[in-house]
């Protein structure tokens, strides 16, 4: 049973949840093909952002089918075990249609609640992506350093929204040199995405799993009023698989 104080926080609950998924469709997979830079110095930040951009805007004809499987944990407070768990797959048929099915639940169901309307969402939202990628349209950039992950030399930039939405993020995002592909985002959002979140901070992390750069790990953690702290950790726990691409069943998605 959920207790009174719960049941009154469920909307902050839901805030949040949707706010991460719809975050995290928001960035658009890189394109499988590296775009090499032949120096390790920086270029002008001009062209740094046009090849972040051409790295998101693969063309749909180069995409694939996939199938990805993620498993979700939810935790309240400082908790060591997870009030609920879930593991969900992914499927997505080029450009824009995506659809989930959870495989396996336990634990609390306002949790497994939660998990599924975000699911829901990020599958809705896969077509609003220009929106809230990240591209010179929707941010400022500031290149702060150069720096190396493992022997892989990455550019940091702070972003900053041009508007107040809630879905655009106010941090910093970590870039491969070479490839010109985001590693990884963490900030948090340009605007509360409700009265009841008093703190909301996302980290997104991307790595390459089956010939796809994908979402690997990515946390949320709010501070929620009167229900206190709730954490989401997510992980993508089996590489994406491709699928051929059943074009009536694509056409019945779009409906």
Same mark, same amino acid.
């Given at each position: 049973?959920?207790?009174?104080?719960?049941?009154?926080?469920?909307?902050?609950?839901?805030?949040?949840?949707?706010?991460?998924?719809?975050?995290?469709?928001?960035?658009?997979?890189?394109?499988?093909?590296?775009?090499?830079?032949?120096?390790?110095?920086?270029?002008?930040?001009?062209?740094?952002?046009?090849?972040?951009?051409?790295?998101?805007?693969?063309?749909?004809?180069?995409?694939?089918?996939?199938?990805?499987?993620?498993?979700?944990?939810?935790?309240?407070?400082?908790?060591?075990?997870?009030?609920?768990?879930?593991?969900?797959?992914?499927?997505?048929?080029?450009?824009?249609?995506?659809?989930?099915?959870?495989?396996?639940?336990?634990?609390?169901?306002? $949790?497994?609640?939660?998990?599924?309307?975000?699911?829901?969402?990020?599958?809705?939202?896969?077509?609003?992506?220009?929106?809230?990628?990240?591209?010179?349209?929707?941010?400022?950039?500031?290149?702060?350093?150069?720096?190396?992950? $493992?022997?892989?030399?990455?550019?940091?930039?702070?972003?900053?929204?041009?508007?107040?939405?809630?879905?655009?993020?106010?941090?910093?995002?970590?870039?491969?040199?070479?490839?010109?592909?985001?590693?990884?985002?963490?900030?948090?959002?340009?605007?509360?995405?409700?009265?009841?979140?008093?703190?909301?901070?996302?980290?997104?992390?991307?790595?390459?799993?089956?010939?796809?750069?994908?979402?690997?790990?990515?946390?949320?953690?709010?501070?929620?009023?009167?229900?206190?702290?709730?954490?989401?950790? $997510?992980?993508?726990?089996?590489?994406?698989?491709?699928?051929?691409?059943?074009?009536?069943?694509?056409?019945?998605?779009?409906?």
């Amino acid at each position: 049973m959920v207790i009174p104080a719960m049941r009154r926080a469920q909307p902050a609950l839901r805030a949040f949840w949707l706010a991460t998924l719809v975050v995290l469709s928001a960035f658009p997979l890189a394109s499988q093909t590296s775009l090499s830079s032949s120096e390790i110095k920086p270029p002008d930040l001009n062209s740094i952002l046009r090849h972040i951009e051409d790295a998101q805007h693969q063309s749909p004809g180069q995409s694939k089918a996939y199938e990805v499987t993620r498993e979700y944990k939810v935790f309240r407070g400082n908790d060591k075990r997870p009030t609920s768990e879930l593991i969900a797959q992914i499927d997505f048929v080029p450009p824009d249609v995506k659809t989930y099915k959870i495989v396996q639940t336990s634990g609390n169901s306002l $949790g497994a609640k939660i998990v599924r309307e975000l699911l829901s969402s990020e599958t809705s939202s896969t077509r609003k992506e220009h929106s809230t990628e990240i591209s010179r349209a929707n941010y400022d950039f500031v290149f702060l350093k150069q720096q190396n992950f $493992g022997d892989v030399p990455e550019y940091i930039f702070s972003i900053s929204p041009k508007r107040k939405d809630r879905y655009l993020l106010r941090g910093q995002i970590w870039v491969d040199a070479d490839s010109f592909r985001i590693r990884q985002i963490e900030g948090v959002p340009a605007r509360s995405p409700s009265f009841w979140l008093k703190d909301l901070h996302i980290t997104l992390q991307y790595g390459e799993l089956g010939g796809i750069w994908v979402p690997v790990t990515y946390s949320a953690i709010a501070d929620l009023r009167i229900v206190g702290k709730f954490t989401l950790e $997510g992980v993508t726990v089996r590489q994406p698989e491709a699928k051929s691409i059943d074009r009536k069943t694509e056409s019945l998605s779009r409906r």
